[in-house]
């Protein structure tokens, strides 16, 4: 008898206002090219103007904290557990 593993999967998404905007800025400040700053986040340029540009609806966690080490920055974007149970919660 074989035995199945089962996974159970929790997504949290949260709205970060004018995240963009913020890395375009911090991207700005940095004085390496575009082209370097991106390829040590693991990204194309063309996808990178898309993030700071904010036509991604949803972006990846991983993908956020490579371009915060990529710049050298954190952008505080955290996800507080109980926080967002409790806004789950007043929801009903």
Known sequence: MSSCLM???KRIRKEVPGLGERIRRARKIDKRSLQEIAA???MS???WYAIENEEMKTLPLATLRRIEAALGVSFDVNFDETQEE???DSDD
């Open 45 to 47: 340029t063309p996808n």
């Open 40 to 42: 040590l986040a693991g």
């Open 7 to 9: 996974k159970v999967e």
């Open 86 to 88: 409790s806004e789950e």
